[in-house]
């Protein structure tokens, strides 16, 4: 057996009703973060009781659902995406989980709504969305966080490709995200780390 299967065997079966979104996002495909990556966001949020995050990329909830399960009871969610058919999939899970009141849907593109947000002192901000896009979601975002808030960013791997010797035939995606990195891990506002966690998960905690 291999690691990930070990840890995943001895930890406790998910929410049901995020099983059924994980089913239904692969039946869909739906891409949604590694398990791992929605466990881990999970406990961030218990452990800092967060109560105010914002999420850029929203698609059928299965990181909001995560997230939402595991808030204090005052807490809000920001979730983040234009596309309206999946965020309707997103906003009928949160309502079966009776979490439709602690999360606010916003059909915009983020870098239409990131320079005006009238939200600050979050405790996290979780970037999921474009990823050619990314450099520009930090920027706008650290300021929105509390100092000792969270940036947490998925994708940083990229599905094995940032790692892989550069080519003149990488997406854009691929150049975007190793890029970042470099801007992510080297942003004097952040003590910043990458954990080779799902598909590579930026942690960043706001320190100016
Ligand atoms: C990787 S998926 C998000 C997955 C989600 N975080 C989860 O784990 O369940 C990326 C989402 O970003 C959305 N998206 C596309 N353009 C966007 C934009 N300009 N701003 C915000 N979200 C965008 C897409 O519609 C897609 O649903």
């Known amino acids: 057996m291999g690691e990930l ?3 995943e065997r001895i930890q406790h079966e998910p929410h049901p009703l995020v099983l059924e ?3 239904l996002g692969q039946r869909d495909g739906i891409p949604i973060v590694a398990r791992s990556t929605g466990r881990f966001l999970s406990t961030l949020v218990h452990a800092m009781q967060a109560n105010r995050i914002l999420e850029l990329g929203t698609a059928y909830g299965y ?3 995560w997230m939402a399960l595991a808030l204090p009871p005052a807490g809000r969610i920001w979730t983040v995406d234009p596309d309206r ?3 309707a999939i ?3 899970f949160l309502a079966r989980a009776g979490k439709a009141q602690a999360v606010d849907i916003v ?3 983020a870098l239409d709504i990131l320079p005006t947000f009238p939200q600050r002192n979050l405790d996290i901000v979780f970037i999921d969305a474009v990823k050619t896009e990314y450099e520009a979601y930090l920027e706008l975002a650290v300021p929105l966080l509390k100092r000792s808030g969270l940036v ?4 940083l791997l990229w599905h094995g490709q940032a790692a892989a010797d550069p080519s003149p035939a990488d997406s854009a995606e691929t150049k975007a995200i190793r890029a970042f990195n470099r801007v992510f891990l080297s942003d004097s506002r952040l003590d910043a ?3 080779p966690l799902g598909d590579g998960t930026g942690v960043g905690a706001r320190v100016l």
Request: a negative charge; glycine letters at 4%; charged letters at 20%.
């Open 90 to 92: 997103a906003a009928r």
């Open 63 to 65: 990181s909001t659902l």
């Open 107 to 109: 059909n915009q593109p």
């Open 5 to 7: 299967e070990y840890l």
């Open 152 to 155: 947490i960013v998925d994708n």
């Open 21 to 23: 979104l994980e089913q």
């Open 193 to 195: 780390t990458i954990l």
């Open 85 to 87: 058919g999946r965020t």
